[in-house]
């Protein structure tokens, strides 16, 4: 959760919502306005937080057995995100942390303007489902191949057709990005060798955005 703090003297989010890889959950009333007490963001290091936000305002919760009854604060609009993260995850087991963040992202009423208030807003669940169920993230596509694998250091990105610009991103296991590059221009080529001798041994996640679509390999580094 966010936190409550935008009404006192902080104001902003609190350990350990500003963590790496750790979805942020702000909060919001039914007419989806941020709530008055919801921490606002970026992190320390300027990422965009919250990530996302949820109902935390007048949320009915039971208090005991026999006695229900409404509550506020962010600690209450959490549940509700991690509820549909859990949901997700298990419909979808194959999915990466990473991918999964990204989903909620992607599929949420304020993915194209962001802010230290809303984060990228409300996700929706249905899109975010059908998103992770490779209607649009393809794993493994014919389209791109990435060998060997395992790999000890240099992997080979094959395309089947020249992709024109390509964006690549590396992440852990865990959802940590390592790298990321940008080729402006790869018209006619269709070979790219890419460095993981500094990786560690383990598994990682090549994931390729092109002209054509978002591809996703996994990868085993051995080695040192």
């Known amino acids: 959760s966010a936190g409550n703090e935008r009404d006192k003297e902080w104001m902003r989010i609190t350990a350990p919502s500003d963590g790496d890889s750790i979805i942020c959950a702000g909060a919001v009333d039914r007419d989806k306005q941020i709530s008055y007490f919801s921490s606002a963001g970026p992190s320390a290091d300027g990422r965009i937080k919250p990530d996302n936000v949820a109902?935390?305002?007048?949320?009915?919760?039971?208090?005991?057995?026999?006695?229900?009854?409404?509550?506020?604060?962010?600690?209450?609009?959490?549940?509700?995100?991690?509820?549909?993260?859990?949901?997700?995850?298990?419909?979808?087991?194959?999915?990466?942390?990473?991918?999964?963040?990204?989903?909620?992202?992607?599929?949420?009423?304020?993915?194209?303007?962001?802010?230290?208030?809303?984060?990228?807003?409300?996700?929706?669940?249905?899109?975010?489902?059908?998103?992770?169920?490779?209607?649009?993230?393809?794993?493994?596509?014919?389209?791109?191949?990435?060998?060997?694998?395992?790999?000890?250091?240099?992997?080979?990105?094959?395309?089947?057709?020249?992709?024109?610009k390509i964006y690549i991103e590396i992440y852990s296991a865990s959802g940590t990005i390592i790298s990321k590059k940008n080729y402006a221009d790869y018209s006619g080529r269709d070979l790219i060798l890419y460095d993981l001798n500094s990786c560690r041994q383990g598994i990682y996640f090549i994931r390729l955005t092109t002209g054509t679509g978002i591809y996703l390999h996994k990868i085993i580094k051995t080695g040192p």
């Open 55 to 164: 109902l935390g305002v007048n949320v009915i919760v039971q208090i005991s057995v026999s006695y229900v009854s409404s509550s506020s604060g962010t600690s209450f609009s959490c549940p509700i995100l991690s509820g549909m993260a859990a949901c997700i995850m298990q419909a979808v087991p194959n999915a990466a942390p990473w991918e999964l963040t990204d989903a909620l992202h992607r599929t949420a009423d304020r993915f194209l303007m962001p802010d230290s208030l809303y984060g990228y807003g409300i996700p929706d669940m249905n899109k975010t489902l059908l998103l992770l169920q490779n209607k649009h993230l393809r794993e493994q596509s014919a389209a791109t191949l990435a060998k060997p694998n395992p790999t000890s250091g240099i992997v080979e990105i094959l395309f089947k057709d020249p992709p024109g």
